[in-house]
């Protein structure tokens, strides 16, 4: 983001949203040393997911840790009464696995009783996106949610 953005945010900085401006300020206060650990960090996961993918072929997960909200609310700010401190992280079962570099899936699941969708992420090993992909047309196949429109006014 703040490669992308940077330069732009200092020339157009009123065009941009808050969020984003947040997002790129604090990429760019990150140093060498700071990218370095963080590096350490998503190899450590990285490998501690290897283990765990000797066990099992896949792992299941809420795609959102929330439904669907409000068009007009730039995001959640509380979920179960526990405040957001980022506009990133009511995503956070997104970006957990994002940092593992897995190929991963979203499907259409279900929907809560008000009607709306919800989904699941499929996450499977390093390297086996055909594995996943059948997986996921299992998945959909014997749960067709994708099938259904949700309610809307």
């Not at 330069?7 to 760019?28: F, M, P, S």
């Amino acid at each position: 983001m703040a490669a992308t953005h940077g330069d732009a945010i200092k020339k157009y900085r009123d065009q941009y949203k808050d969020t984003v401006i947040w997002n790129v300020e604090a990429g760019l206060t990150l140093s060498a040393a700071d990218l370095a650990a963080a590096e350490t960090i998503r190899t450590n996961i990285y490998l501690r997911v290897m283990k765990f993918f000797e066990q099992v072929d896949f792992l299941v997960l809420p795609v959102s840790q929330v439904a669907p909200f409000d068009v007009t609310l730039e995001y959640p700010a509380t979920i179960n009464g526990m405040e957001m401190l980022t506009y990133i992280d009511w995503m956070k079962s997104c970006y957990y696995i994002t940092v593992t570099g897995l190929p991963t899936i979203s499907l259409p699941f279900g929907f809560t009783e008000a009607g709306l969708p919800v989904g699941i992420q499929i996450v499977g090993k390093p390297q086996g996106e055909l594995e996943l992909l059948k997986f996921a047309n299992v998945i959909e196949a014997a749960q067709p949610a994708w099938k259904r429109e949700p309610l809307l006014d």
